[in-house]
C-alpha cells in the first residue's frame, strides 16, 4: 500500500492551484511550475490541502500515486521556498567563479571549463570553492548539480574533485613502500 500517496498535500499561504485538462499549474511567490498528470490518477484540491486519488487498486497504479504525490509537493515547495544545493571544490589550484550566466570552473585540466547554468537556475560562488545552486524545480536544482559534480567527481586518494557539501568521501590509503 502506498502510504506516502494518501497523505495529503498542503498549500501554504500565497500559492494557487489550478488544475483542468490533467494538468497543474502551481503559483507561488517565486515562480509557476506545470506538470501534466498521469490517466491513472487524479487529484482533489481543497481548501488548503490537495489529494491524490486513484481509479483502480494495483501494484503499478499504487506506485504512480507516491510518485504524483511526490512531484507535486516538491512543485508546491519550489514556488514558495526554493530549493538549494551546495557543492564544495577541493584541490590545489581547483576554483571556480561567476562569469554572467556560467561559472568558469578551473579543475586540473589544461584548460578551464565553462558551464553554461539552464533558465531558472540561479548560482553564487563563495571563497572560489564553494557553489551554491538554487531554483525552483527540484529536478533541475538536482540534475544542475549533478552535471557539474560529473565534471570532476572526488577521487578518494587525495580526496580531490568537486563533492556535494553534506557527501562523505571514504578515503583509501595510498601505496606502501616496498619490502
Request: hydrophobic share 35%; no cysteine.
Amino acid at each position: 500500500m502506498s502510504r506516502v500517496g494518501k497523505k495529503g498535500i498542503p498549500i501554504p499561504e500565497k500559492t494557487t492551484i489550478e488544475y483542468k485538462n490533467r494538468e497543474i499549474t502551481v503559483k507561488g511567490l517565486k515562480g509557476t511550475l506545470a506538470r501534466t498528470i498521469h490517466p491513472a490518477v487524479d487529484l482533489s484540491i481543497g481548501e488548503k490541502i490537495i489529494s491524490v486519488t486513484i481509479e483502480q487498486e494495483d501494484r503499478k497504479t499504487r506506485a504512480l500515486q507516491g510518485l504524483t504525490r511526490s512531484l507535486i509537493s516538491n512543485m508546491v515547495i519550489g514556488v514558495s521556498k526554493g530549493f538549494e544545493r551546495v557543492l564544495e571544490i577541493n584541490g590545489i589550484g581547483y576554483r571556480a567563479e561567476m562569469k554572467g550566466k556560467s561559472i568558469v570552473l578551473n579543475l586540473g585540466y589544461s584548460h578551464p571549463i565553462d558551464f553554461l547554468l539552464p533558465d531558472g537556475i540561479d548560482a553564487t560562488v563563495d571563497k572560489n570553492n564553494v557553489i551554491k545552486i538554487s531554483g525552483i524545480d527540484k529536478e533541475k536544482v538536482g540534475q544542475t548539480a549533478a552535471s557539474i559534480r560529473k565534471l570532476r567527481k572526488p577521487e578518494p586518494y587525495k580526496g580531490k574533485g568537486i563533492k556535494y557539501a553534506d557527501e562523505y568521501i571514504q578515503r583509501k590509503a595510498g601505496k606502501t613502500g616496498t619490502k
